[in-house]
């Protein structure tokens, strides 16, 4: 759709276009579209850019022992104060975005990624669930401490004790007899809970290596990651017999026994 010199001169621009229907400033654009990237390719290298040597310099300056673990403004500042100038602060950023090195540089811990743990029982005695919660006590500040140790396949109540403390030794015994009850072999059972103190202590971990049995965890700072257990408790408390508070150690570990049986029941 061009115009030639020659036709451009003869019948002109104005009345090809309306005779194309072809706004003139469309036409301008269009003509002028190719000098306008020729222009935008060819950009001139500044004066004052720094060649591929110098670049490679500051790069080494900024990997070296000293500066490896520090902000491009403490290298800037430190070279200066040793009376060495490479480049400019954002130079040393350009140059770092350039080799996809723009992230934390200080030497810092960093939170593995957990992934979501997948339970998945096809029979009874695969995989457990268990927790430990509060029961209050007869006063303000008292409590009793159910441990509870659940089957995901069929819910039932697999191990259960009521103790004045949660301790790691205690959730050993707790478990290492439910083991037995249940005739547990090796390589059989998964055992799921979340990252409380009992669940991640030395003794309760040997003995699950001991019987070999698979550890899973919860991830942390995550409270549905242990919904069998968490459900248990929450249909456990919500019953309507279930007391505000109990009177002694005993009258606790007789209610849960009950009330266990009947949750089984159902």
Known sequence: MKLTDSLAKAVGIKPSC???????????????QGADLEKESIRPLSPLALS??????????????????????EVYATLLDGGSYLCSVRTMYRILEAH??????????????????ELLAEGPNQIWSWDITKLKGPVKWTYYYLYVILDIFSRYVVGWMVA????????????EQS????????????????????????????LLADLGITKSLSRPYVSNDNPYSEAHFKT????PDFPERFGCLQDSRLFPSLTARKIILR
């Open 18 to 32: 309306d005779a194309l229907v072809v706004s003139r400033a469309g036409f301008y654009r269009w003509q002028n």
């Open 100 to 117: 996809k090195e723009v992230k934390e540089r200080r030497n810092q811990l960093r939170h593995p990624a957990y992934t979501k743990p």
């Open 236 to 239: 456990l408390k919500y019953r």
């Open 164 to 175: 004045e403390r949660e301790l790691g030794t205690l959730a050993k015994k707790l478990i």
């Open 179 to 206: 083991c037995e009850k249940q005739g547990i072999k090796s390589n059989q059972l998964s055992i799921h809970s979340d990252r409380g103190p009992s669940m991640t202590s030395k003794p309760v971990a040997f």
């Open 52 to 73: 591929p040597y110098e670049q490679q310099q500051v790069l080494d300056t900024l990997h070296d022992e000293r500066f490896a673990d520090k902000a491009p403004q």
